[in-house]
């Protein structure tokens, strides 16, 4: 399963028109993702059938929300749901850097079913096992994960031991610098099924559709 990261309308349209299997579609690519348009994410539900994953981030940097941010987040995800939202990816830690159980379960309550998924803000905590056993239990369908490195490719050998170890009980989406040249050796290595990538080519802006093309061969 290959998801591709899309940050503005033309990076969605280029990834849905390609043979990515869906597409997670936020804001603001400078500061890690924040909640896209709604009216932008609207256009694209009624011109493409692939599956959208919406980013539900009221800002960028820590992934800690005052009352005010955390309210701003609930009525996005009741927005896109009633907007046809495939999925949320989402992820709020504590002021320790762990999983803040009882804010995570109210969006899950409200996405009523819709999949979600926990995204890297996982590699920040301290102890990834007991982290993604955390999300199993709140009823997350994804984590998204470099397996606690900046990379992908740096983080291989967490990344292979979380799929040993959970990939039967939760989807571990495997993103961070994953490109059509590694790819395959994260496959291999890792045994992981679930790829995430923005597609985008050294000094390019936007994803190419020859990437996500290379992307899918090589992880198939």
């Given at each position: 399963m290959l998801e591709i990261a899309c940050f503005e309308?033309?990076?969605?349209?280029?990834?849905?028109?390609?043979v990515a299997d869906r597409i997670e579609f936020c804001a603001n690519h400078d500061l890690g993702g924040t909640t896209p348009d709604f009216y932008e994410f609207r256009s694209l539900k009624s011109n493409f059938s692939k599956p959208i994953y919406v980013m539900?981030?009221?800002?960028?940097?820590?992934?800690?929300?005052?009352d005010a941010e955390f309210l701003q987040m609930k009525n996005s995800i009741i927005e896109f749901a009633e907007g046809g939202a495939d999925g949320f990816v989402f992820g709020i830690l504590n002021e320790h850097h762990e999983i803040d159980e009882e804010k995570n379960a109210e969006l899950i309550e409200l996405?009523?079913?819709i999949p979600c998924t926990f995204h890297r803000a996982f590699d920040r905590t301290?102890?990834?096992?007991?982290?993604?056993?955390?999300?199993i239990k709140l009823g997350f369908t994804n984590v998204l994960t470099s397996g606690g490195q900046p990379?992908?490719?740096e983080g291989k050998e967490m990344l292979k031991k979380l799929i040993d170890?959970?990939?039967d009980k939760i989807n571990i989406l495997i993103g961070g610098g994953v490109r059509s040249e590694n790819?395959?050796?994260l496959k291999e290595f890792t045994?992981?099924?679930?790829f995430h990538s923005s597609a985008v080519k050294k000094y390019d802006t936007f994803p190419s559709d020859d990437e996500i093309k290379r992307l899918k061969q090589n992880c198939g």
């Open positions: 309308f033309t990076s969605a349209e280029v990834a849905l028109k390609s539900i981030r009221p800002k960028g940097g820590p992934f800690f929300y005052s996405a009523a079913g301290k102890d990834l096992e007991k982290s993604i056993q955390t999300l990379n992908a490719m170890k959970y990939s790819i395959a050796e045994g992981g099924r679930f």
